[in-house]
């Protein structure tokens, strides 16, 4: 370890018995992309990203000289693990039941400690030096830590996914961005109607990119019936808006009858406030006790580092 991840003034340390003042976080996308507090990790396709994290934490528990507490959502396997590493580079995983409950302060320690804003500048670096993949798995990883932190309709979370939208359209993934934007729409029609048009707007944008006829007609109703209750409250004022609203009353007119757009189509659209708030949100499982890939003890991996 070098001399300048050594604390200063020892006297200041939590003791080693001491809960965990402050929660990292860390993220492994579904592709195996892994992410610690806001940073791609550079995996050498060599390291599994468990181990990965388990070292990076590692490193800042004996930074601290005490136990450090992380949140681990893992994509692959479909699942979030709360962990405690210890200075010597040992960890176990806890239970949600043995976990210290975020509360208002602990939050506020935990984005004074390692700021959603930060890490959102970090993300539009790489995606201004098109490094759209780094950028769009960090957004994921913010928009996912976020959620679980503050529920999906916080605004740090909401902006979150709203970028997360915004890159996954720069990188051609049309369904997933007007997923994503529609959520954000969704959400906003729910809490704050006077905000609703221009994430509707979002929304439309990606969805005016789809060619499969069953998703064009199922997002199609969401989006129209949004534009329609905008305009019920008297705030679709935009002309653009107005413009893309007609322009999504006239794709879906254009279905016929005999094909499964039309049939789609034709089911009842969700009323804004109605049904999931995320469904593009696949559940996690619950944390559990013993997870083995996370469980370690002092060893090569470790030892080396010291």
Same mark, same amino acid.
């Given at each position: ?33 892994? +992410?610690?507090? /806001?940073? @791609?990790? %550079?995996?050498?396709?060599? &390291?599994?990203?468990? $181990?990965?994290? *388990?070292?990076?934490? !590692? ?77 769009? +798995?960090?957004? /994921?990883? @913010?928009? %996912?830590?976020?959620?679980? &932190?503050?529920?999906? $309709?916080?605004? *740090?979370?909401?902006? !979150? ?89 006239? &794709? ?9 757009? !039309? ?44």
């Amino acid at each position: 370890m070098t001399s300048s991840l050594t604390p200063r003034d020892q006297g200041k340390l939590p003791a080693l018995s001491a809960p965990p003042l402050i929660r990292l976080d860390a993220y492994v996308a579904e592709d195996g992309s892994t +992410v610690v507090n /806001g940073h @791609l990790l %550079e995996m050498g396709g060599i &390291r599994q990203p468990n $181990e990965a994290i *388990l070292d990076a934490v !590692a490193m800042f528990a004996r930074t601290l000289g005490a136990p450090v507490a992380a949140t681990v959502i893992d994509r692959t396997v479909m699942q979030v693990a709360r962990l405690r590493v210890y200075p010597d580079g040992s960890s176990r995983t806890i239970g949600d039941e043995e976990d210290l409950p975020p509360g208002l302060e602990r939050t506020a320690a935990e984005e004074a400690a390692f700021p959603p804003l930060a890490r959102v500048e970090r993300i539009i670096q790489h995606a201004r030096r098109d490094e759209l993949h780094a950028a769009f +798995v960090l957004a /994921g990883a @913010l928009r %996912e830590h976020l959620t679980l &932190r503050r529920g999906a $309709e916080d605004e *740090l979370a909401l902006e !979150a996914r709203a970028i997360e939208a915004y890159l996954a359209f720069l990188r051609g993934d049309y369904l997933l961005s007007t997923m994503l934007a529609l959520t954000v729409a969704r959400i906003r029609c729910r809490t704050d109607l006077t905000r609703a048009a221009p994430e509707v707007a979002r929304a439309t944008a990606a969805w005016q990119r789809l060619w499969d006829e069953g998703q064009v007609a199922t997002r199609g109703q969401e989006l129209l019936h949004m534009w329609e209750h905008l305009s019920a409250a008297g705030l679709l004022l935009e002309p653009s808006h107005q413009a893309m609203a007609q322009a999504v009353r006239n &794709r879906l007119e254009r279905g016929t009858p005999s094909s499964p757009a !039309a049939i789609t189509a034709s089911e009842p659209a969700l009323t804004p406030g109605e049904g999931p708030v995320a469904p593009e949100d696949k559940p996690l499982k619950p944390t559990r006790r013993g997870l083995r890939r996370f469980t370690r003890r002092p060893g090569p991996s470790t030892e080396g580092q010291q």
